[in-house]
């Protein structure tokens, strides 16, 4: 794989995104120190808690008293005043905080089918969310304060009764690392991992998504059901009486399979899916309309200003079939420009002069829906 363009080798500690991924990725843990040197949070603490607060937000107050873990599930109306001993997890603070997805974005040398979301981890003094592992990559990049992080790559992952998380009950700590600003832990899957505030602290996890294939199996059964159309109903016109009225005879079973083994599917068939699955919009997220534009003013707009995905917008293609926030695009519209964007999820002025008609119109439709919005200032 290539090096991202214009790519910041501190990042990965001096490592190409190609060493990184055949050493590293998947496979061990990777200590970075200062990967992002003069780090500053994205976002201020109060407007993390505001996030909190919202009902379109994902986030999780997490307190351990005498032993004993609490869990309390968004949106949060009270914080607590204690000084000790409590984390605040905000998930997706890249969908509501442009910096943060900027931020998110310098993983770009990982396709956007794996990147998943930017959490937020405020945590006070003692603050953690206790032992635990995830099934999937993670890069851990501390923010502001520092967290000290232990981590273990034992194979037991008996987790603790009773509690409202999944806490290991058998940690056993292998190495030990206390994380500053612009410092980063890159974890795979299954390593143990415990993080402890050391003072207050906001630790960012990048994480990845890697759906079981029960996951994706069952989904895409769910989602070929909705697509069948199989004509015909049962009949049985030479039916004689029976006298084993309880049993299930080879004549119904025979007749309603044969249908249903005509149903197929193919490699195209599960890709159009994954176009689909893939850029589906979470539950809670909903999308903003602007204020409409009418075509001509649209147009001009486009001359003048860098048209940008929302943050909320998904955006993936396949050969030549593009999907955006869960819906296949059957449009006239230039691929190669819509495939760019989709990359790049910017649009700038310069190629608005290679933009067909049909594009144009496609472009204003996700506009009107709030897909694509305009940057705050024009390019010069």
Known sequence: MPSTINFDASLLGGLSPTEFLRDYWQKKPLLIRQAMPQMQPVLPVNDLFALAENDEVESRLVRQTKGKWQLSQGPLEDFPRQKKDWTLLVQGVNLHCAAADALMRRFDFLPNTRLDDLMISYAVDGGGV??????????????????????????????????????????????????????????????????????????????????????IAREFLFDQAERVALG??????????????????????????????????????FADFLGRYLTEPKAQ???DPPKVLSPNRF??????????????????????????????????????????????????????????????????????????????????
């Open 299 to 380: 147009r001009l707009l486009l001359e003048k200003k860098t048209l940008q995905l929302d943050l909320k917008t998904q955006m993936l293609y396949h050969a030549d079939k593009l999907f955006i926030n869960g819906e296949p695009v059957d449009s006239d519209a230039d691929m190669k420009i819509l495939k760019n964007l989709a990359d790049k999820r910017v649009l700038d002025r310069l190629e608005f002069h290679s933009l067909e008609e049909a594009t144009i119109r496609l472009l204003h439709e996700w506009h009107c829906a709030g897909w694509v919005t305009f940057a705050m200032e024009s390019q010069t």
């Open 232 to 269: 015909g109903r049962y009949s049985d016109p030479s039916r004689r009486p029976v006298r084993q009225r309880g049993m299930i005879d080879s004549h119904l079973i025979k007749t309603l399979f044969e249908p249903i083994q005509k149903i197929r599917w193919n490699q195209n068939d």
């Open 130 to 215: 206790g032992p635990h592992f995830d099934s999937y990559d993670v890069f851990l990049l501390q923010a502001e304060g520092q967290r000290r992080w232990q981590i273990s790559a034992q194979t037991r992952f008996d987790l603790m009764p009773g509690a409202p998380l999944k806490i290991l009950s058998n940690f056993c700590a292998e190495q030990e690392f206390v994380l500053d600003p612009g410092d980063m832990l890159y974890l795979p899957p299954q390593i143990a991992h415990n993080g402890v505030a050391i003072g207050s602290c906001m630790t960012y996890s990048i994480g990845f998504r890697a759906p079981t294939f029960e996951e």
């Open 285 to 287: 997220i909903f999308f």
